[in-house]
């Protein structure tokens, strides 16, 4: 079974910048796709980004293109999403997901999850 932990949130002035940490343990890594989601409170879980572990195709939602980065190293079977130029809407909690899916950001689509990080965006 895959197994997601999330690190690295936090609070953080606005225009400031964070990088999240998702460590994958479990089978074949290289066969899913690895993406995050966010979920503010009274607001539906959002997918961000994510990136296809076999040939790194990446996926970012309008929301976030241009502000943020997601990436991996393989070695450490670690997904990071690098988060730039921070704005206060991008307060939520935090999640990674892994899925036999490719260029994907619809949740349902997940089958493993993470259990959340906050990021708190303060203005």
């Known amino acids: 079974e895959v197994q997601l932990v999330e690190s690295g949130g936090g609070l953080v002035q606005a225009g400031g910048s964070l990088t999240l940490s998702c460590a994958v343990s479990?089978?074949?890594?290289?066969?899913?796709?690895i993406g995050w989601f966010r979920q503010a409170p009274g607001k539906e879980r959002e997918g961000i980004s994510c990136i296809t572990i076999s040939d790194l195709s990446t996926f970012y939602a309008d929301s976030v293109k241009g502000r943020f980065t997601i990436f991996a190293d393989n070695a450490k079977n670690t997904v990071y999403l690098r988060m730039n130029s921070l704005k206060p809407e991008d307060t939520a909690v935090y999640y990674c997901?892994?899925?036999?899916?490719?260029?994907?950001?619809?949740?349902?689509?997940?089958?493993?999850w993470g259990q959340g990080t906050q990021v708190t965006v303060s203005s």
């Open positions: 479990g089978p074949a890594f290289d066969d899913y796709t």
């Open positions: 997901a892994a899925g036999l899916v490719r260029n994907t950001a619809v949740a349902a689509a997940y089958a493993y």
